[in-house]
Structure formats: C-alpha cells, structure tokens
C-alpha cells in the first residue's frame, strides 16, 4: 500500500470504514499468532465508555530490552484513551493471552522508541512525519505528539 492510500485509511486520525475493517482482520490474525510475526499482537482493553473489551490490533517494538506500544495516530486514538482510563490494565494477546501493564513512557525518552518503532512496522511510516532513516533528534521534535507505552507484566494488587 502506498503512503497516499495508507493515510487516506486515517484521515482526520480515525480510520474509515475499510481500515476498521481490515483492522478487525488483523486482530483476528494477530491473537491467534496465525502467520503473524511475533510482535503484530491485539491489545485487548476495557472501553472507557461502553465498559466493554475492545481490541485494536498493534505492533510492539522492542528497544533496550523492553517492548513498548506506540500510537501511530497520536494522543486522540481511541486505544489510548481506553488504555489510560483503564490505569493502563490490558490484555496482549498472540497466540496466548497475557495480562499486562502499559505505563506511559515520558516524553523526553520516546524519540529512539519511535524511531525503533517505524523499522518494525511499516505501516505506520506513513502516519509519523519522520523517516525512520533520520536522526533521532529528529523524533524529539514530534515525540510529545505521539504516546508511547512500556509494556510490564501485570502485578496483582
């Protein structure tokens, strides 16, 4: 897919109705682990408005021994907003599920995660408007805009 056509799937930061659909597709594909790389995985989160499990499918990047999720669409995607209503309590499923804890990540320390984050998943190149191929400075200059969350094993309470 081409970066015109990814975007237009996006426009205005929502997906339309083909790229809801085709995400249903991946979620289904990336719980079951089913030709799926290991790290394209379904988040699985309560939905802060319909207090209903709601599933997006990502991608995670690892970086400096840590797997961390990144908003390819920014601080008003949907997923991100359920995530930290929900206290960042999730299920990341791929093959298996697993309870998680997703911590927002400071903004000062986001930039070489996005940077890491554009090589393992391509299709998000088109919604960052950084080549993964810069700097990291260059990632600094657009990380407040783009939320990034470590990925911890959930802890009972």
């Given at each position: 897919m081409t970066r015109r056509w990814r975007r237009w799937m996006y426009r205005d930061g929502r997906p339309n109705r083909l790229a809801r659909l085709l995400n249903r597709l991946s979620a289904v594909q990336f719980s079951t682990g089913f030709l799926a790389p290991t790290g394209w995985v379904t988040l699985e989160v309560t939905g802060r408005v319909s207090g209903r499990p709601v599933v997006f499918p990502l991608v995670v990047a690892d970086y400096e021994d840590e797997r961390y999720l990144v908003s390819m669409l920014g601080e008003n995607a949907n997923w991100v907003a359920n995530v930290r209503a929900a206290n960042g309590e999730?299920?990341?499923?791929?093959?298996?599920?697993?309870?998680?804890?997703?911590?927002?990540?400071?903004?000062?320390?986001?930039a070489p995660i996005l940077r890491r984050y554009l090589d393992v998943a391509p299709g998000a190149r088109a919604h960052l408007p950084v080549d993964r191929t810069e700097p990291v400075e260059q990632f600094e200059r657009i990380a407040a805009n783009y939320p990034v969350f470590r990925i911890s094993a959930q802890t009972e309470h």
């Open positions: 999730a299920i990341l499923r791929h093959g298996r599920a697993r309870p998680v804890r997703l911590v927002d990540v400071p903004v000062a320390e986001r």
